[in-house]
T-cell receptor, first 112, second 114 residues
Framework: GENVEQHPSTLSVQEGDSAVIKCTYSDSASNYFPWYKQELGKRPQLIIDIRSNVGEKKDQRIAVTLNKTAKHFSLHITETQPEDSAVYFCAASIGNTDKLIFGTGTRLQVFP | EAQVTQNPRYLITVTGKKLTVTCSQNMNHEYMSWYRQDPGLGLRQIYYSMNVEVTDKGDVPEGYKVSRKEKRNFPLILESPSPNQTSLYFC?????????????FGAGTRLSVL
């Protein structure tokens, strides 16, 4: 079946540094790629998403890049802050459907 | 306030005792889905529904049932829970007709099966 691989599983950075999380997907027909942030004990919440007709999208300190040829997409967080500490999940749609396949998550720790 | 509401938030039960986790959304969303979250495995889809009376299996449907009799509700039923169903469960919903792809999640239900 289709799958999404996410790396790294854990990431520790110093406050102010950048963090990059990478995902690879298998379904060449995937056209929607969201990123969710899950704080400890909370629900996943969408932080940014991108569609397959766009190569890059930015929202303040976070950005997502998409390489359709290589079938991978990445989350970039600049000027990290302690409140960025959370688990981040990438996901990819199954083709043009509503169904999402999620990566296994990255635990990001930002040290002051 | 637009929201997805799950109940209960926490549940401890014993093997074989039927239980239902309710999920309700007030956004008139057509698509609803159940996920389970386990350490190191991310979010895996159990069942989903594209509209009233339309449900289908996700990636890990064994041991679960769902129903979609009304648009706003999508209960998850465990007819005979087993310890391997101990997990954190999330309900989610999204609109299909507005062009938005965003899935909104409930607060989660932490289930322990002894």
């Amino acid at each position: 079946g289709e799958n999404v691989e996410q790396h790294p599983s854990t990431l520790s950075v110093q406050e102010g540094d950048s963090a990059v999380i990478k995902c690879t997907y298998s379904d060449s027909a995937s056209n929607y790629f969201p990123w969710y942030k899950q704080e400890l004990g909370k629900r996943p919440q969408l932080i940014i998403d991108i569609r397959s007709n766009v190569g890059e999208k930015k929202d303040q300190r976070i950005a997502v890049t998409l390489n359709k040829t290589a079938k991978h997409f990445s989350l970039h967080i600049t000027e990290t802050q302690p409140e960025d500490s959370a688990v981040y999940f990438c996901a990819a749609s199954i083709g043009n459907t509503d169904k999402l396949i999620f990566g296994t998550g990255t635990r990001l720790q930002v040290f002051p | 306030e637009a929201q997805v509401t799950q109940n209960p938030r926490y549940l401890i039960t014993v093997t074989g005792k039927k239980l239902t986790v309710t999920c309700s959304q007030n956004m008139n969303h057509e698509y609803m889905s159940w996920y389970r979250q386990d350490p190191g495995l991310g979010l895996r889809q159990i069942y989903y529904s594209m509209n009233v009376e339309v449900t289908d299996k996700g990636d890990v449907p064994e041991g679960y049932k769902v129903s979609r009799k009304e648009k706003r509700n999508f209960p998850l039923i465990l007819e005979s829970p087993s310890p391997n169903q101990t997990s954190l469960y999330f309900c989610a919903s999204k609109a299909r007709s507005s062009g938005s792809d965003i899935q909104y999640f409930g607060a989660g239900t932490r289930l322990s099966v002894l």
